[in-house]
């Protein structure tokens, strides 16, 4: 992984950005944990002739119960003490990836905004701190609509924080987070994530389209299926030149659970069976191909490749 030079798309004046309001405290009581402050980090790489940023929004830290959801607590900290990580607690980290290809300058999600949980809201610092205008952001990609994908599309006064993107999602993630039974179909405590949704997707509805997976969201970018942790999830894949690049999104969270135990489903996968299938269906792909790819969740900013390793795979971060 090297640091890309400047170009055009990057090299513009970030605009000042005021403190976003503090909004949604139902999600926030939700969620909260005694989080420390987690500074910025910001990775780059090229992919042919497209250079790429990684971003961060922050972070969030989870416990233990919920990175497997149905696995006896002891087996998933034995993993976790045999990897040598942290066995009560995992920080996530937000890797918000930003591609500059040809004419068009891509945002692929957009953080949680500073109105979900202290620990995020991190992406507007980050844009200014990288010299982006955000303005000159064209399109915005989602791979679903969980809070902290999605709700940094707004800006402090409710109004698209990118002014000029065209905003892209499935149609069927959308179809679930406006299905008329999706809170019955949430637990209680996950509510305020379908009425956020629903929320910022109608402020973004004027700019927003809407694509199935297969269809190229620009040249060079195309979505495909990758279901099951929301049932609209999708992952990006971009080819320039001979060089290829896959946006995952959530399809894998843990730098050693998703990839050592992917039918370990977690608290978060809306359809567990399906989410397992996807992972084990990708990681093989992933493995085969050797392709670069961009994780929103893992560790140094997300970047690395798949590699198998006896019955199951290992994720090696890009150097």
């Known amino acids: 992984m090297t640091h890309c030079d400047d170009d055009t798309l990057f090299g513009s004046p970030a605009l000042d950005r005021r403190a976003l309001v503090r909004l949604g405290a139902a999600a926030t009581a939700a969620m909260a944990l005694p989080w420390p402050a987690t500074a910025q980090e910001i990775a780059s790489a090229r992919v042919g002739a497209a250079s790429l940023k990684i971003l961060t929004d922050g972070s969030i830290t989870l416990p ?15 993993v976790l003490a045999q990897a040598g990580l942290a066995v ?3 920080q996530n980290a937000l890797n918000v990836p930003l591609l500059a290809l040809g004419r068009d300058l891509l945002m692929f999600d957009c953080g949680a905004g500073r109105n979900f949980l202290p620990t995020t809201g991190r992406l507007p610092q980050s844009v200014e701190t990288a010299g982006i205008d955000p303005a000159k952001v064209t399109q ?15 800006d402090e006064f409710d109004t698209p924080a990118y002014p000029n993107a065209t905003y892209h999602m499935a149609e069927a993630e959308w179809a679930f987070w406006f299905a008329p039974d999706v809170f019955a179909r949430l637990p209680e405590e996950r509510h305020a994530f379908a009425a956020g949704a629903q929320r910022v997707l109608k402020a973004l509805e004027p700019q927003l389209k809407r694509f199935r997976p297969g269809e190229d969201i620009v040249s060079g970018v195309t979505a495909f299926e990758t279901g099951g942790h929301t049932p609209g999830h999708v992952s990006f894949e971009v080819r320039t030149g001979s060089d290829s690049l896959m946006i995952l999104g959530d399809a894998f969270t843990h730098p050693v659970l998703s990839f050592g135990h992917p039918d370990w489903a977690t608290a978060f996968d809306q359809e567990p069976e399906r989410a ?18 961009a994780t929103y969740h893992l560790p140094g900013g997300g970047l690395g490749r798949v590699e198998r390793q006896g019955s199951a795979y290992r994720f090696v971060p890009a150097t």
């Open 276 to 293: 397992a299938a996807t992972r084990r269906r990708l990681l093989d792909r992933l493995a085969s191909e050797k392709v670069l790819v």
């Open 64 to 78: 233990t119960a919920m990175l497997a959801r149905g696995v006896a607590p002891a087996e998933v900290r034995a």
């Open 88 to 90: 009560d607690t995992t």
């Open 140 to 154: 915005v990609l989602f791979t679903h609509a969980h809070p902290d994908h999605l709700w940094g599309a707004l």
